[in-house]
């Protein structure tokens, strides 16, 4: 059994860093993409950054140039780095792990396993 937990939520101002991580226990394939996915009050889950297990990534537009994905095989663990926050960014953060590419798994939310989530609430 796979287990995700995502931690680094916090509050900070606009402009601030965060950086989450989310450990996995449980055998993950190495040929396995992750995932962070992000829910803001309201709207639909949203697919933020993927990497392949090649170490392609891949992120939406809006967080391109602020938010870095990062992933260590050796301890099983997805890094989401996250800087110059903007209000728009609140939400609560989720990691995934899914057999497809990573691409697929941001698009189609198909995901083998999901975290809990960590809140990050950003203010103006």
């Known amino acids: 059994q796979v287990r995700l937990v995502e931690s680094g939520g916090a509050s900070v101002e606009t402009g601030g860093s965060l950086g989450l991580s989310c450990a996995a226990s449980?055998?993950?394939?190495?040929?396995?993409?992750m995932a962070w996915f992000r829910q803001a009050p309201g709207k639909e889950r949203e697919g933020v950054a993927g990497?392949?297990?090649?170490?392609?990534?891949r992120s939406i537009e809006s967080v391109k140039g602020r938010f870095t994905i990062s992933r260590d095989d050796a301890t099983n663990t997805l890094y989401l780095q996250m800087n110059n926050l903007k209000p728009e960014d609140t939400g609560v953060y989720y990691c995934?792990?899914?057999?497809?590419?990573?691409?697929?798994?941001?698009?189609?939310?198909?995901?083998?396993?999901w975290g809990k989530g960590t809140r990050v609430t950003v203010s103006s």
């Open positions: 995934a792990v899914g057999y497809r590419p990573m691409a697929e798994l941001l698009r189609t939310r198909d995901a083998l396993y």
């Open positions: 449980g055998y993950i394939p190495t040929s396995y993409s």
């Open positions: 990497i392949n297990f090649d170490g392609d990534i």
